[in-house]
């Protein structure tokens, strides 16, 4: 146990949910308990705190609820929080209700917000990763993102199913406005022909409908196509429409949609999210002032919180390579 420099903590999520969180709460509070403190939930994340909606919680509040996708807190986007003014009120709230330091479990606009109250106020926060893109700088993976790939593949796995007995080409869309994350490692996993990515200024349909057209004339009679779905809606459609009518290829699409943001979260998420409560709380009792809990290189680190308020857009080539290599 350590030896503790504030009473109290209080943990909320932010944004959208994340198979995990509920480890990540249950491993906050039994940890803050463990180590002495009042500990408190905040239902529905920032708007929740502007509303007062704070409440005690125990050991027993966090009981059987680690398998269990979602988050038993509810979340919810505040982009009043950008307002200086608001943050100043969500600062006065933590003062009058005692609660000496915040941990907010959530992406990257979440951790923007826990970085202004810290600034502008003076208040403790740690940050827990938590978003299904997998986009947050300074950590190499975020609590979901393995669930969400799981939910993803398995779906891919049946759509190939079909795919093969109708001889027929799938465009599937997964999650990912700006992130590559989740196509890249989908499209890998479940050997998909091509992987369409919203970093990416231009799409190639010669090349994908070269390379589908190469399969066929191996006698390969179906394919799959991963798309990231990118931040203008329909991008599926249109890749469906621009291989029928340049190309003549028909096609099939399937969009997952938010079941890859539900659903229980793998051992791996589990593992990941009750390591990084534990580190979130023992570093605030240890006087830590402002950080979020990382893994890099296979440990968890509580590092400096200003080195993940980026996000990270970059696509590792080599991926692309070896799906190039592979579904040839």
Known sequence: MSESKIKSVAVLCSGGDS??????????VRTAIGNGLDVYG??????????????????SSVGNILQHGGTILQTSR?????????RTEAAHILKRKGIDALIVIGGNGSFNGAWELHKEHGVLV???????????????????????VQTAVEAVDKIRDTAHSHDRTFVVEVMGRK??????????????????LPTKDEINYDQIAADIKRGIKRGKGSSIIIAAEGEKEGLSHRVKDEL???????????????IQRGGNPTAHDRFLASQMGYIAVESLCRG?????????????????????????????????????????
């Not at 905040?42 to 050991?59: P, T």
């Not at 827990?128 to 393995?146: K, L, M, R, V, W």
């Not at 992130?179 to 369409?196: D, K, Q, R, Y």
């Not at 029928?244 to 938010?258: A, E, P, Q």
Request: charged share 20%; proline share 5%.
């Open 126 to 148: 740690a940050g827990i990763p938590g978003t299904i893109d997998n986009d947050i700088e300074g950590t190499d993976y975020s609590i979901g993102f393995n669930t969400a």
């Open 288 to 328: 830590e002032k402002a950080i979020v809990t990382a893994q890099r290189k296979g440990k968890i680190l509580a590092v400096p919180f200003e080195e993940c308020l980026g996000k990270k857009f970059n696509t590792d080539p080599e991926f692309l390579d070896i799906v190039k290599t592979l579904s040839i």
């Open 244 to 258: 029928l009518n340049k190309h003549g290829i028909d096609s099939r699409v399937c969009i997952l949609g938010h």
């Open 179 to 196: 992130s590559p994350e989740i196509a890249l490692h989908v499209g890998l996993c479940t050997g998909a022909e091509n992987i369409i």
């Open 42 to 59: 905040i239902q529905r994340g920032y708007a929740g705190l502007l509303e007062g909606n704070v409440k005690k919680m125990d050991a």
């Open 78 to 86: 505040c982009p009043e929080f950008h307002q200086p003014e608001i």
């Open 19 to 28: 198979p995990g969180m509920n480890c990540a709460i249950r491993s906050v």
